[in-house]
């Protein structure tokens, strides 16, 4: 069938209907690497090599990518120099990199103290908050209701399961007063002693490794 109008008013709107139709599409952000030194090779870099360096650089951790640059490039000078990069330049790329490696190292050591300082001071808000229920399970115990039966158990199984992350419970008696563990509340003289004694345990103390979660209430036998 014959067209009417003229056969370039079509080539044009099909033209802007192909340019509509890309200029919809939406854009992807390029990521261009314009380090003059391969990390990985330490060779110079030539233009062509940009991006394929720039598509390698979007797969894997980015934690671990940095690190393995970090641990394994090194700088030749000679080498440098022979690809038109001049021998100090290299070293100043080879300081940087050893100035960020001890960053690196340092934020790595931090963020793992941070880590473990943070696990241990949630165990130990846990077993503060479990200490009432220790007092009643000791009170239980020496009025004999925890002498036999499924509660006797319960509170068998309760104090294993504190143990495991570290409780240790302060119930000596007989041994030397020791005032970063013990809280005197009771002094009376004592025979064939020659130190201050703890005599009896008035209230169980509970210690998660060195830090004392709660001083022993204890009375202190003292030399007479």
């Known amino acids: ?22 200029e919809s599409e939406p854009q992807k952000p390029v990521i261009h690497d314009n380090r003059k030194v391969d990390p990985k090779t330490g060779q110079a870099r030539h233009p062509d090599q940009e991006r394929a360096a720039a598509a390698e650089s979007d797969s894997g951790d980015a934690l671990s990518q940095a690190e393995d640059i970090l641990n394994s490039v090194e700088v030749p000078a000679e080498e440098s120099v022979a690809q ?7 070293e100043e790329l080879r300081n940087d ?5 001890a960053e690196y190292v340092n934020y ?4 793992e103290r941070d880590r473990a300082v943070a696990g241990e001071m949630a165990v130990i808000g846990v077993l503060n908050s479990l200490l009432p ?12 209701d925890l002498a036999d039966g499924p509660f006797a158990a319960i509170a068998a199984k309760l104090e294993a399961a504190l143990k495991t ?16 563990i013990h809280e005197a509340l ?17 209230r169980s103390g509970y210690k998660s490794g060195d830090r004392v979660l709660r001083a022993a209430q204890v009375i202190v036998a003292v030399p007479a």
């Not at 038109?84 to 290299?90: I, R, T």
């Not at 992350?165 to 970063?180: A, H, N, S």
């Not at 009771?186 to 008035?202: A, R």
């Open 186 to 202: 009771i002094q009376q003289p004592g025979t064939d002693i020659e130190i201050d004694t703890v005599s009896q345990v008035l």
């Open 133 to 144: 229920v220790l007092d009643d399970v000791d009170a239980a115990r020496q009025h004999g």
């Open 1 to 22: 069938m014959p067209h009417h109008g003229n056969e370039e008013e079509h080539g044009s709107s099909e033209s802007r209907s192909q340019g509509n139709e890309q």
């Open 165 to 180: 992350y570290g409780l240790v419970r302060i119930d000596e008696t007989g041994v030397e007063f020791d005032p970063t």
């Open 84 to 90: 038109g990069v001049g021998a100090a330049e290299a």
């Open 97 to 101: 990199l050893r100035r960020l490696q």
């Open 108 to 111: 790595r050591k931090r963020v």
